[in-house]
């Protein structure tokens, strides 16, 4: 019998689907620990400060991840950054293989002039604050302008817009944070563009997700008719449409022909529209676009450009994972073969691995896939030696134990009001939480 000892870094869902086809791959001969590490004091990564807090149902996976956590192979040490509390080369001495899952939170950057006016944002700055991601908590977002762009043809740039054009009395039963939830009452948004550099058959959007836009019940949302009709077109004159474009168009249409109620809330889609400049004074006042046309089934610029006066300006065009210490990345991932880091006992599983694509789901096949490989490569165990001893004494850990106390205390601090939790965003303060 093999007993090995894994580090996993990074409780998200890809840290967590990894300890669980861990605990699942054991057998007669075969045995793993696992310590989870994970540098903020809360747990499950993009579940708790990536997905919209109008979508709850989504974030009941995390109930699969408490399992996971619940069995007796499982060690968590939440509030340990790898990298500044515990250098790697202290994991990979002492661990058998080392999982790093430690996704990818930086927002790619738009390269225009204007990009850092106040008011111009990336949605990997703008999600987590209204998650109430310690981190980005303080931000001071200013939503007193009517017009706010939301640039991305992708769902996180859906999530952003969402949030931004929904009557505010839609969020009082969700966990969105309390500073971003007064932010949003106080909000004078009530026309929120997106826009995507290419055609509305090339969008990322997926069906379920336009399927809703018409159910929103304080908010108009408008496509170009012309613009689908277009779309469907070139998509039909290309070849056979396949299942998910066929969907997608199809949602596009209902949009397009939903009656409007005439709210003053709006969602505009605005397609072939690459952004240019940001302009203002100080701060955003005014966007730019230039104008693509599809050709031959390429998008090209017709050298047109039009304005969009607006005072927020988010950019939801894709992640780029963190450098870490120790480790190479290369093209905004971890530098990998098949979470393989070569001549290493590092793998990668999830958005470090992949970069910023796919469900949630698709990290648990991904872990099952990396953890196979990882199983393969073991050799002799490593002999026993605690990390634990590698932290200084003074430094607060946060255990399974402590973990549960602070969502036990979230949780109960929503239930007056119906909402799922009130998140707490200051470290100082969840760390307390987790004495309790
Ligand atoms: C805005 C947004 C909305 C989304 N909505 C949905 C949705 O509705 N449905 C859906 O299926 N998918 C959704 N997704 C996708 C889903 O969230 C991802 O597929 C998934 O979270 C990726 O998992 P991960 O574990 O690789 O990364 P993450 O979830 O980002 O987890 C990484 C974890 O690693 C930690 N970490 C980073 N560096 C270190 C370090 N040095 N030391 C220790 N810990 C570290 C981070 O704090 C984090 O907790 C959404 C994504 C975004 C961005």
Redesign the pocket.
């Known amino acids: 019998m093999n007993h090995y000892s894994i580090a996993i870094?990074?409780?998200?869902?890809?840290?967590?689907f990894t300890a669980q086809g861990l605990q699942n791959s054991q057998s007669d001969d075969r045995t793993f620990s696992i310590d989870l590490?994970?540098?903020?004091p809360t747990?499950?990564?993009?579940?708790?400060?990536?997905?919209?807090p109008d979508?709850p149902k989504?974030k009941t996976v995390a109930k699969v991840f408490e399992k996971v956590a619940a069995e007796p192979n499982f060690r968590l040490f939440g509030n340990?950054?790898?990298?500044?509390d515990v250098d790697l080369a202290d994991l990979t001495s002492r661990y058998d293989a080392v999982v790093m899952?430690?996704?990818?939170?930086v927002g790619r950057r738009l390269g225009i002039p204007g990009e850092d006016l106040q008011g111009s944002y990336s949605?990997?700055e703008f999600?987590p604050w209204y998650n109430g991601h310690p981190d980005f908590a303080g931000l001071n977002i200013d939503l007193s302008g009517t017009t706010a762009v939301v640039i991305g043809a992708g769902?996180?740039a859906m999530?952003?817009a969402r949030m931004l054009a929904v009557d505010p009395t839609e969020l009082d039963t969700t966990d969105t944070a309390d500073h971003a939830h007064s932010t949003f009452h106080q909000s004078n948004i009530r026309k929120v563009y997106i826009a995507g550099r290419r055609g509305v058959e090339h969008a990322a959007f997926t069906a379920p997700e336009l399927r809703d836009l018409p159910k929103l019940e304080n908010t108009d949302v408008h496509i170009d008719a012309n613009q689908v009709h277009e779309a469907h077109a070139r998509a039909e004159a290309a070849g056979e449409i396949e299942k998910h474009l066929a969907s997608n168009l199809e949602a596009w249409r209902l949009i397009a022909e939903h009656p409007k109620s005439g709210h003053a809330r709006t969602m505009e889609f605005r397609f072939l529209s690459a952004p240019k400049e940001i302009k203002g004074n100080g701060k955003v006042e005014e966007i730019i676009f230039g104008i693509n046309k599809v050709e031959g089934g390429k998008v090209v610029d017709t050298g047109e450009t039009y304005s969009i006066p607006c005072s927020l300006v988010i950019s939801a065009i894709g992640?780029e994972a963190?450098p870490?210490p120790g480790i190479v990345m290369e093209s905004g991932k971890i530098k990998n073969v098949d979470g393989r880091v070569v001549d290493t006992n590092i793998y990668t599983?999830?958005?470090?691995?992949r970069g910023?694509s796919?469900?949630?789901?698709?990290?648990k096949s991904d872990a099952s896939d990396v953890v196979a490989l990882l199983i393969e490569d073991l050799g002799q165990p490593k002999e026993a030696s605690d990390i634990a001893a590698v932290l200084s004494p003074d430094h607060q850990i946060i255990t399974q134990d402590a973990w549960a106390k602070i969502n036990a205390a979230e949780i109960a601090a929503g239930e007056p009001d119906g909402r799922p939790r009130v998140k707490e965003v200051s470290v100082p303060k969840l760390l307390s939480l987790g004495l309790n």
């Open positions: 870094v990074g409780a998200g869902p890809a840290g967590y590490f994970e540098r903020l747990m499950w990564g993009l579940v708790r400060s990536g997905v919209a979508h989504i340990v950054e790898i990298g500044k899952c430690t996704g990818s939170a949605a990997a999600v769902n996180v999530d952003c992640y963190a870490i599983v999830g958005w470090a691995k910023p796919g469900v949630i789901g698709t990290n």
